[in-house]
């Protein structure tokens, strides 16, 4: 199963200050003990951009790089760089929830999750739930 990863689950796996670090620990423990039916993730620049600075801030800039350096080093995660087309879908999405308080990223995440059939999202983010995406962990 391929499997959209958030900065929020990015972060927490680095970020063994954060509050979800535990539970994202956990799911990449039983990922590489292959017990889940995770196969891969998929994830995009904008959310590797926010993770690295989110862990920049709250634990360190050597953290961040850390995590920056695995993620693209990683032959797990694939990261899709956003490209006029992706921007474009994230924008429609953007302004067609007004009621919504997503965030640009999220609608940017929620169009490459759509573009890629990908229904799952390892987030800690309430806003994939909102947007029909089933979560992990």
Same mark, same amino acid.
């Given at each position: 199963?391929?499997?959209? !990863?958030?900065?929020? %689950?990015?972060? =927490?796996?680095?970020? /063994?200050?954060?509050? &979800?670090? %535990?539970?994202?620990?956990?799911?990449?423990?039983? @990922?590489?003990?292959?017990? #889940?039916? @995770?196969?891969?993730?998929? #994830?995009?620049?904008?959310?590797?951009?926010?993770?690295?600075?989110? #862990?920049?801030?709250?634990?360190?800039?050597?953290?961040? !790089?850390?995590?920056?350096?695995? #993620?693209? %080093?990683?032959?797990?995660?694939?990261? @899709?760089? &956003? +490209?006029?087309?992706?921007?474009?879908?994230?924008?429609? !999405?953007?302004?067609?929830?007004? +009621?919504?308080?997503?965030?640009?990223? +999220? &609608?940017?995440?929620? =169009? %490459?999750?759509?573009?890629?059939? !990908?229904? *799952? =999202?390892? *987030?800690?983010? /309430?806003?994939?739930?909102? =947007?029909?995406?089933? @979560?992990?962990?």
């Amino acid at each position: 199963m391929l499997v959209f !990863v958030d900065s929020s %689950a990015l972060k =927490a796996n680095y970020d /063994a200050r954060d509050d &979800c670090h %535990a539970k994202a620990a956990e799911l990449m423990r039983k @990922i590489a003990a292959r017990e #889940t039916e @995770i196969s891969s993730f998929v #994830t995009t620049d904008y959310v590797l951009d926010e993770a690295v600075t989110l #862990t920049r801030f709250a634990h360190s800039h050597g953290k961040a !790089v850390e995590l920056e350096e695995a #993620t693209l %080093a990683s032959r797990f995660v694939k990261l @899709i760089y &956003c +490209d006029q087309g992706l921007f474009l879908d994230g924008m429609e !999405v953007f302004k067609s929830h007004s +009621d919504e308080e997503w965030s640009f990223t +999220d &609608c940017v995440s929620f =169009a %490459a999750m759509k573009n890629h059939g !990908v229904k *799952t =999202a390892f *987030t800690f983010d /309430a806003h994939f739930r909102q =947007a029909g995406f089933a @979560i992990l962990p």
